[in-house]
Each structure stands twice: as C-alpha cells, then as structure tokens.
C-alpha cells in the first residue's frame, strides 16, 4: 500500500508515518514544516514539501498514485485560532476541500481525516461525548474542523469518495514539540517543569480531558483505514477516562523529579472548556481498537523520552 501522510513531520503524523514503514507500507510524508521539523520525517519515507491551502502546491504531487490519504495536517491549536480564524480556515478548511479533491483527481478514495473533539464544545464532568452529541464548537478551530467534515461527506454524497472523520480527544506523548507554547496541553506543562520553572496554566486546574497516548491514537487511524464499514463516519478517538488536569500536572512534576515546582493559574484562553472526555465504543464495535496505554504510563514514556533527549 502507498500512503500519503499529511503532516508527517508533526507530532501525530510522524508516529502515524513511521508505524506505517514499520508494518512495510510505502510511505510520502507532505508537509509545510509550519510546526513540524524535517528531521521528525522518519527515515525511508519520502518527502514533499507543500501548503496544502496553495492550489498551486498541489502541483508538487502530481506523480503521486497513493492508495489511502491520512490527512493529518493542518492548524491544531484553539487558542491560536482565535487570533486567526482566516488563517484557520485555510489551514484546516480549504486544504480539505483541495486535498480530496486533488486525490480523487489521481485515482485514490479513501480518506482518513484527523478532526478533533473541539467540534463538541463544552462538555459533562459526568457524560462522555458520543457521535450523536449536538456539535456545537467554541473555536474557530473547531469550526474549521467540523466543517471539513460536512464537506468531506457532502462530497462523498456526489463522488467516489471513502471518508472517515476520527474525532481525536487529547493526544500526548513522546515527540510532542516542547518548544511550541500554545499547542498541546501535556507538552505545555511538561515543557514548564522539565525547565524548573513554575508552571503557569491558562484555566481552572478543575478542567478535565480524555487522554489519548499517540500510539493508541496511531493505531485508531490503521483500524480504521482497514475497515469499510467505518466509510462515511464521524468516530470518536478517546479512553473514556476523564483527568482533572491539577492531578496530571501534580504526576508529571513528580516524574519530572521536581515535586514541589509551584503551579500558577491564570485566566483561561478563549473557547476554552471545562470538560471533555469522550465515548469511542462505534470505534471499538466497528475494528476492535481499544486504547492500551493508561495516562500514568504514558505521561511516565514522554518524561522518559525527554529525559533521553535531554544532554547529561
């Protein structure tokens, strides 16, 4: 199998790209290094580099025939959305349009798309969030995903596409970018205390979140690409295990070796919300996926990967 894999050079993608190397599937990794790195593109797939909101960088894969498209780049952050929602809609939104356009132009049908749980909103402390739920997002982030989603089966309504959205909820894990401040609720405060320095949380140690460590999240997307019974669904990425984010952050200092680091709230981020974990039984009924990794040892293989990385 040829798989193209849109922002392989990220977090998730490089994970997702590399498994797919690993299990002996051709792969081309396509990113506009935005926020990935080139050096994160694992070795032996291929690489193009292009904006995927430029039509005429689509141009740059024209010898491409990929079997599959896991289209995982894009715009990932809430809070920067707000500062830029045109932005947004062309990282997130217009690269959709183009891109599965463009496949389906080149002989390929299938389509995994990473959305996200930013389409749901504010959530439960008490109730996951399952497909059925209302939408109703609070971010131009999560406008721009669910919007790709519309699209995505509006447009397999009047072609031969083969999509399947999967919500994902909040991955972390070894390799997230502790240099980007605004993106990744695990990495932000991992970076803090792996710097010795207080860690600042923007909102209430009281919020919660559905932790999703990248392999499991990895292994979603191969479930679901393997399936044909997922085509032209909406499927939800998480654990169903809700963690109050002032606990996570008094395990990571801990791991980290610096138990007593301060912790300080300021005010939230705008859009931003209390609670969100989520129900992926669909997921789990439709391919078997279930999540293998607990937060606790997850949280332990990010710090023990930093601590790898990290001279003397």
Known sequence: MH??????AGFIGSHLALRLLGDGHRVTVV??????????????????????????HLHRLDELRPDVVFHLGGQSSGWI????????????????????????????????YAS??????????????????LPRPLTYYGCS?????????????????QHTCLRLFTV????????NMRQGIVSIYLAYAAKGEPVVVKGSLDRTRDLVFVDDAVAAFIAAAAEPRTIGLELNVATGV??????????????????????????????DVLHSFGDASRLTALTGWKPVVSASEGLRRAVARYRRSTPG
């Open 3 to 8: 798989a193209l894999v849109t922002g392989g």
């Open 31 to 56: 990113d506009n290094l935005s926020t990935g790195y080139r050096g994160q593109v694992p070795a032996g797939a291929d690489f193009v580099y292009a904006d995927l909101g430029n039509p005429l």
């Open 81 to 112: 959305s707000m500062d830029a929602p045109l932005g947004d809609l062309e990282d997130n939104l217009r690269s959709t349009i183009l891109l599965a356009d463009w496949a389906l132009a080149h002989g390929c049908r299938r389509f995994l």
């Open 116 to 133: 996200s749980e930013s389409v749901y909103g504010e959530g439960s402390k008490e109730r996951p969030f399952t497909e059925t739920t």
């Open 145 to 161: 995903k669910l919007a790709a989603e519309h699209y995505l089966r509006v447009k397999a309504d009047n072609s031969p596409l």
């Open 172 to 179: 972390y894990g070894p390799g997230q970018d502790l240099a």
């Open 242 to 271: 809700s963690t109050r984010l002032g606990d996570l952050i008094r395990e990571m200092v801990a791991a980290v070796g610096v138990p007593d680091l301060p912790v300080h709230p300021e005010a939230g981020t705008p859009g």
